[in-house]
Each structure stands twice: as structure tokens, then as C-alpha cells.
């Protein structure tokens, strides 16, 4: 039998409303495509009553310890342990829960050497229920979803975010409607979204094209979106950002290195760091830095080319297939945070990535291509000095190894970038399947050969 809920009156109650980020305009209610009805900008909540009442952050952080020893499914939950800083539920039953969150911190020391800084982090949010981030924020939008009496919800997706939304709308009695650019996501994430049951179209355009049709059809069509232009889904992704400061007890580090695609989790974990400054969780911000791949450098360009002021969208193209998105719809969200919090961006190439990949997963720890832009920014960052040594660092690690085989398969078969660039700083990484007769003596030499090399 579950234990009691921990949830005290006055904590985990606080109101919310939908605030225009272009504008300002405040409402209590958002259109099917999260747009303001007056100038057309994203939506973001936010929470008007804490102006007033500022929960107080040393009560705040005892009650999510205290909620570490609940067996309540919403106290188990790493996203709703921390609910205090959510949209209300009303009740707790409600939640939609596959006991997101809980992710590790990991030390990865020689990550950390190859860098040239003597300690890196790295938070896996690929230990999440469907192997990525996407979890932690689908939770939440999934639950409104519902509470809305929504019956279908609909993503456009690079795969992680329709893997996600398949299981959270199979979980809670939702139908799920995927479109995904054909032939540009890997299989294993398509699995997913088959396996969880989900109505699966593989269009034939790429992710943008997608976002694009799924944006006209939330207008005619009684469907819910839950990309990240739902703000409630970059209100569960703020738990990733609590989470960590939890597991830091408290102390910011210096840095926090995410990947950017369409710049909703950047937007997200920004959001939550100045919240949590606000509120006095934290005394000082960490610097919040996004990575992207150099074919798919939407941000880059538009904070060097405009400063910030406009989007430049790109023709997308890079074998890190989650973050293929040249149209990021948080964009603007995404450059309040990184100069809210003195970060920056930075473009990575595509051997960088691969080679990054290899050395995470080096240390038995893997993650997906798009994951691994974090480390190969982090490197340059050191070099620019923007990273100095005596600076500790977390790398957010969105998905999972296991999400996208193919490329990590290619890349040790020395076949990712087979007749294309010069690779000679891979070769050393690479551990092809070495194929033998069954025999001992071929075995034992080769096990030899292993240990000179
Ligand atoms: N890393 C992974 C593994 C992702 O799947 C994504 C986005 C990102 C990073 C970038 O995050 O979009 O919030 O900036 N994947 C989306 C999807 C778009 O459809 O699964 P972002």
C-alpha cells in the first residue's frame, strides 16, 4: 500500500498562469498551439502567487529529502518528488508516472583529463524510463493532457520525444498520434514509439517539416501537443537542474553543458536555475552553456549573426540525428537563459562528436551522439578559456547509448565517415568486432595482440 502523500497544505498548491514571453500578457488559459493571442510569442508558466509568499528554501529542501522515504508512486517519482515547484495537480493520483527522474551524477575522470580540468560530472538522463531526457518533462505534459480531457496527444519528433510520448500516453489511457521525418530517426527510437503503441506516421520532410504540419494540425484536429512548445513540458525538465543542485547539496558548479536542438531542455534548466536563485535554493548561478552540431547550428549563428535578436534557421544535416533541427522553436527562451546565466554557445564538428562519444563511452558510461556534443564543446570551451581549471562542471547527458546502435557500430567498423575526412584522430578509439574461427589459439592471440596494443 502506498504511504500517505507528503504533500503539506500551502506547499505543493502554488497557482499558475501562462505568460507571454514577447509580450508579457498574462492568462489563465493557453490556445491548442501555446501561442499569446496578442503578439504570437511562446507561452511560459509562471507563478504569480510566489511573489507574495516565497516558499521557504531551507523548508522546501527537507521536504523532498523527507519525500525520498515516501513509497507514494508521486513521491517515487524524481519529477513530482520535487512538485512544490510545478503546476499544482489538485490530486496526486493523478499523475501520469513511470518513475522519471532519479537519474545519476556520474565522475568521469578521464573525460575530465582529456579536457584538461581536474573534475567533470556528467548528470545521464539517459537512465530515464525510455532511455532520455524527454521523460522527465513528458510526465507532466502528459498529466495536463489528460486533465484537460484531452484523448489524443501528438508530437512532431527526432525519436526521443515520440519514444517518450508513446509510453507516457499508453500509460495513461491516451492515444498517441508520432510524426516523424522518414528515414532520419533511428530505428530503436522508432521501436520504442511502435512497441508503446502509438499511431506512427513517418513523413517525407525532416523534423521542421514536421513541428510545422503538427502546429496547423493542433488548430483543426482535438489533439494535444507535447512537444516542447508545451510549456508544461519544460516544467518538468526544470526537475533535471533541481535534481542535480539536490545531488551537489546545494553547492552551484561552475558550469552546465547541454546539448541544443529545438532548445526546449536548455530553456528548461535555465528556467529552473533562476528559480532556484530566486528562491534562494541556490546562492549563485551556474553558467549555462549550449552545444550544437555543426550542420545543425541554428543558435550559433544567431547569437554571432544577430546577437540574439533574430533566428536564423538552417538547412539541418548531422549523423547526431536528434539534434538535426535548423528551426528551433525556443529559440528566444534559449538566449534568455544563456545570458541570464553568462553562458554561451558553441558548434562542434562531426569527427568531434564521434570521437567525444567514444571517450564517454570509454568510461562505461555511453550516451546517444547528440549527448556527446557536451563533451566536444566542453573542449573548446577549455581552449577559449571561456572554461578555466579550476572549474567544476556538469555535462548533461540527454539519452542513451542504446538509442542509436547504428552509429556507434559504424564509428568502431570505421565506417561513419568512410572515404569522407581525414579520421586519424578516431583510430585509437575504435574496437571493431574482431570475427574467428572458434578456436582457443586464435583467441589467445588475439587476446595478446590486445594487451601490447
Ligand atoms: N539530446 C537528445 C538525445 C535529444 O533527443 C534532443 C531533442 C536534444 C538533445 C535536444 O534537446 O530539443 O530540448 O534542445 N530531441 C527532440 C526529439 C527534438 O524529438 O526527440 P532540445
Request: aromatic letters at 6%; hydrophobic letters at 40%.
Amino acid at each position: 500500500m502506498p504511504s500517505p502523500s507528503t504533500s503539506e497544505p500551502g506547499i505543493g498548491q502554488s497557482t499558475s498562469a501562462f505568460r507571454c514571453i514577447g509580450c508579457g500578457d498574462l492568462s489563465d488559459t493557453a490556445g491548442q498551439n501555446f501561442r499569446c493571442v496578442k503578439c504570437g510569442d511562446l507561452l511560459e508558466i509562471t507563478y504569480p502567487e510566489r511573489k507574495e509568499e516565497k516558499p521557504v528554501a531551507e523548508h522546501l529542501k527537507s521536504i523532498w529529502r523527507e519525500r525520498r522515504l515516501s513509497s507514494n508512486p508521486i513521491d517515487l517519482s524524481g519529477v513530482w518528488r520535487f512538485r512544490d515547484l510545478l503546476p499544482a495537480l489538485g490530486n496526486d493520483q493523478q499523475a501520469i508516472t513511470l518513475r522519471e527522474g532519479n537519474t545519476p551524477l556520474y565522475d568521469l575522470p578521464q573525460c575530465a583529463r582529456i579536457a584538461g580540468i581536474p573534475r567533470l560530472l556528467a548528470k545521464h538522463q539517459g537512465m530515464n524510463p525510455t532511455g532520455s531526457f524527454k521523460d522527465t518533462g513528458m510526465t507532466v505534459a502528459a498529466t495536463f493532457a489528460r486533465r484537460a480531457g484531452f484523448r489524443w496527444v501528438a508530437c512532431a519528433s527526432t525519436g526521443n520525444t515520440s519514444a517518450s510520448m508513446a509510453a507516457y500516453a499508453a500509460r495513461g489511457g491516451l492515444r498517441g498520434l508520432v510524426l516523424v521525418p522518414e528515414g532520419k530517426i533511428s530505428w530503436s527510437k522508432l521501436s520504442q514509439a511502435l512497441d508503446y503503441g502509438a499511431v506512427t506516421c513517418q513523413l517525407r520532410t525532416d523534423f521542421d517539416g514536421c513541428l510545422r504540419l503538427l502546429q496547423e494540425l493542433v488548430l483543426r484536429a482535438p489533439v494535444y501537443q507535447l512537444n516542447s512548445i508545451n510549456p508544461f513540458r519544460l516544467e518538468g525538465q526544470k526537475t533535471l537542474a533541481i535534481e542535480l543542485l539536490e545531488q551537489l547539496e546545494w553547492r552551484s558548479p561552475d558550469h552546465i553543458i547541454v546539448p541544443g536542438g529545438n532548445l526546449g531542455n536548455s530553456s528548461a534548466i535555465g528556467k529552473a536555475l533562476l528559480e532556484m536563485r530566486d528562491l534562494g535554493l541556490i546562492s549563485r548561478l551556474p553558467k549555462l552553456s549550449v552545444i550544437q552540431a555543426e550542420g545543425a547550428n541554428a543558435l550559433v549563428r544567431t547569437m554571432r549573426e544577430t546577437g540574439g535578436k533574430r533566428l536564423v534557421s538552417v538547412r539541418a544535416e548531422t549523423r547526431a540525428t536528434a539534434i538535426r533541427i535548423g528551426n528551433p522553436a525556443s529559440w528566444k527562451k534559449a538566449v534568455h537563459v544563456i545570458e541570464a546565466t553568462g553562458g554561451t554557445c558553441e558548434q562542434v564538428s562531426e569527427i568531434e562528436i564521434a570521437q567525444a562519444k567514444a571517450e564517454i563511452g570509454a568510461e562505461g558510461i555511453g550516451c546517444e551522439p547528440a549527448s556527446a556534443v557536451t563533451l566536444a564543446g566542453l573542449k573548446k570551451l577549455v581552449k577559449q578559456n571561456f572554461v578555466t581549471p579550476d572549474e567544476t562542471v556538469v555535462l548533461v547527458l540527454t539519452g542513451n547509448l542504446l538509442k542509436d546502435p547504428d552509429f556507434t557500430i559504424d564509428f568502431h567498423r570505421g565506417e561513419l565517415f568512410k572515404g569522407k575526412e581525414s579520421t586519424s584522430a578516431l583510430d585509437s578509439l575504435r574496437r571493431p568486432p574482431i570475427v574467428l574461427d572458434a578456436n582457443l589459439d586464435a583467441v589467445i592471440r588475439t587476446l595478446e595482440q590486445a594487451e601490447k596494443s
